[in-house]
């Protein structure tokens, strides 16, 4: 089987990529590479997974908000499923960039809806967020929740990307999956997140900032986990039978919350990361930023029902994983 995966040179993607050519599928990956954190990381991605899989591997560099562009690199290209994993992240940087998220989160996503259905895939699984939930005070995060308030113009997207497959599935019986995503960290991650940057400023004697003066809570999700989930929907494509799916759809398209389900405490993340790491942290205590939520906390009921998702791995034991593989990549020892 030939699958699709967009955002191949992200952390995600390259994962999901790894696995799926472990298993002995052909992947064809594209992704812009462009600048929003070190290319140099995302061309490091892509190496290790020409050496590792060789033949089984093709890769396009490629935008995928340009649909010509598109059509034209995968005109000859039979593709059976569709993982689409690119995006502009980023809570934060949404609010400086708005045009990046237009362009890529919604014009981008159109055109993979608009592949798909050129292409009649098996099923097209796509990342959406736990950011879509805004400032839900109601805890756990369910998919039967609203989320038609978002805090950021980053969630706002990934929440039309939502609507907009509910709706081609339900005009094109396009099976579809999305995932609300929580908090997923690990080897290979993102400089931009939280487990990157504490790494580095605390191996560095640097002070971390910590908003909300600590007063946050995440469900942190390491990525071998969030991968077994991402594969076991890729594996089982909703049914055109009518019937109610998880997140209130009756065409074939649902929505799951992929997370931890154990929400912690940001200072005992912090304090997991010292012991990792063999130093203790500066704390530069700061206000909460504009876009960022209070806490988010997966209930993933329903993924477990349909799919049997349950992750295994706690920040005790993927922290000092990922900690490792950031010595090792930086040479830092």
């Known amino acids: 089987m030939t699958i699709l995966v967009t955002g191949a040179a992200g952390f995600i993607g390259m994962h999901v990529a790894d696995r799926l050519m472990a298993q002995g599928h052909a992947v064809v990956g594209i992704d812009n590479l462009n600048d929003y954190y070190p290319v140099s990381l995302k061309r490091a991605r892509l190496d290790s997974l020409s050496a590792a899989h060789g033949k089984l591997f093709t890769f396009h560099e490629l935008d995928f908000a340009d649909m010509d562009a598109l059509n034209a690199t995968l005109q000859d290209q039979v593709i059976e499923s569709i993982v689409h994993l690119g995006?502009?992240?980023?809570?934060?940087?949404?609010?400086?960039?708005?045009?990046?998220?237009?362009?890529?989160?919604?014009?981008?996503?159109?055109?993979?809806?608009?592949?798909?259905?050129?292409?009649?895939?098996?099923?097209?699984v796509y990342a959406s967020s736990s950011s879509v939930y805004g400032g839900n005070d109601a805890l756990p995060f369910r998919v039967e929740d609203r989320a038609d308030h978002p805090v950021s113009l980053y969630a706002a997207t990934k929440r039309a990307d939502e609507l907009m497959s509910e709706t081609y599935a339900h005009l094109f019986r396009i099976p579809m999956t999305g995932l609300r995503f929580?908090?997923?960290?690990?080897?290979?991650?993102?400089?931009?997140?939280?487990?990157?940057?504490?790494?580095?400023?605390?191996l560095a004697g640097q002070p971390i900032p910590v908003f909300n003066h600590g007063r946050m809570q995440r469900d942190f999700t390491y990525?071998?986990?969030?991968?077994?989930?991402?594969?076991?929907?890729?594996?089982?494509?909703?049914?055109?039978?009518?019937?109610?799916?998880?997140?209130?759809?009756?065409a074939p398209h649902r929505l799951y919350n992929i997370g931890n389900n154990r929400p912690?405490?940001?200072?005992?993340?912090i304090a997991v990361l010292e012991d990792a790491i063999g130093m203790k942290a500066q704390i530069d205590?700061?206000?909460?930023?504009?876009?960022?939520?209070?806490?988010?906390?997966?209930?993933?009921?329903?993924?477990?029902?349909?799919?049997?998702?349950?992750?295994?791995?706690?920040?005790?034991?993927?922290?000092?994983r990922f900690v490792q593989w950031f010595r090792d990549y930086h040479g830092v020892s």
């Open 87 to 124: 995006a502009q992240a980023g809570v934060r940087y949404s609010l400086i960039n708005p045009h990046a998220y237009v362009r890529s989160n919604l014009a981008g996503h159109v055109n993979m809806l608009e592949l798909a259905r050129e292409r009649r895939v098996r099923h097209l």
């Open 182 to 202: 929580f908090t997923v960290y690990g080897p290979w991650g993102r400089p931009d997140m939280a487990m990157w940057i504490f790494t580095s400023k605390i």
């Open 223 to 250: 990525i071998d986990d969030i991968v077994t989930g991402i594969l076991g929907c890729l594996d089982h494509p909703p049914a055109d039978d009518g019937a109610l799916k998880a997140g209130g759809s009756r």
């Open 264 to 269: 912690e405490e940001l200072m005992h993340l």
């Open 285 to 320: 205590f700061q206000p909460i930023q504009p876009g960022d939520v209070h806490a988010t906390f997966a209930d993933i009921s329903a993924i477990a029902r349909d799919i049997g998702f349950a992750p295994s791995v706690s920040i005790e034991s993927g922290v000092p």
